[in-house]
């Protein structure tokens, strides 16, 4: 293993979940107060409000200020730029997403995440001319892009060469029915866990929660694990990764608890 590691970001989707007082939340905190509890104890939170409209400035430093240093939010990129059938005509949409304030995360800013409908096929052209209009670079800032597909059609090595090439890594998926693509093409990992279970008080077993932390660590030490699915056929280059790993399932209650296990055995 290389004596050089990235850093290991572990958390959850969004920070306001009713469910979550009392199973997370202590009862009586102020819901003012939410993303403050939340930052003390996890290390990443990936925000979904920015995939459903703009926010403000204003907003993005609030944030900002909430959480601690190191701290790391990753953000939805907007659905205005990836739900339409001519993705190079996106770029309206990119850059008033990035207008809207969205540096004022200062360094708590990590990577955009750009979702896609699961109906969205591969076209190499077509995906080729989106990976070109996001910024690689704003005010002197070097941006961080992670795209979630979720057809079967982009599991092919064409696929994981574009992305090599634009140096964009795909969401590793641990998901029902979406694709799970493990393929390392960037300086840093995204994983969505979406398997948990609110019957376990952990969210996952003890001994899947170990396998996760295994992974992150090898991920972030410059390996690829051997027990994940991966399309392409060039091996990449081992060199220390950031791991933006999300505990997100349907049921949600206990996603808190098995991001913070995963922290614990990742300290």
């Given at each position: ?55 403000k ?21 907007p659905?205005?730029a ?7 005509e ?6 008033r ?138 091996q ?6 950031d ?25």
């Amino acid at each position: 293993m290389m004596g050089k590691a990235g850093n290991i970001y572990v958390g959850i989707g969004g920070w306001t979940f009713a469910p979550w007082r009392g199973a997370f939340y202590p009862d009586k905190l102020a819901q003012a107060k939410e993303l403050a509890y939340a930052a003390s104890r996890l290390t990443s939170i990936e925000i979904n409000g920015t995939y459903y409209g703009s926010q403000k400035p204003e907003s993005f430093r609030k944030w900002a200020r909430e959480v601690p240093d190191g701290f790391i939010f990753s953000l939805k990129g907007p659905r205005f730029a990836t739900n339409r059938r001519v993705l190079a005509e996106a770029g309206d949409s990119v850059k008033r997403f990035y207008d809207s304030g969205v540096l004022e995360l200062g360094d708590r800013l990590g990577p955009v995440l750009w979702q896609f409908a699961p109906t969205k096929t591969f076209d190499e052209s077509d995906f080729g001319k989106f990976l070109e209009v996001l910024p690689k670079k704003l005010d002197g800032r070097a941006l961080r892009h992670v795209v979630e597909v979720r057809h079967d059609s982009f599991c092919t090595p064409a696929f994981i060469s574009l992305l090599r090439q634009f140096q964009v890594p795909v969401v590793f998926a641990e998901h029902g029915k979406y694709p799970a693509i493990a393929d390392t093409v960037a300086d840093f990992v995204y994983a969505r866990l979406q398997r948990g279970s609110d019957e376990i008080k952990t969210c996952y077993p003890p001994k899947q929660l170990d396998t996760w932390a295994k992974r992150f660590r090898c991920w972030a030490t410059g390996g690829e694990p051997d027990d994940l699915p991966r399309v392409g056929e060039a091996q990449p280059k081992k060199v220390a990764r950031d791991v933006f790993a999300y505990v997100i399932h349907e049921g949600k209650v206990r996603a808190p608890a098995g991001a913070m296990e995963l922290i614990a055995r990742l300290r």
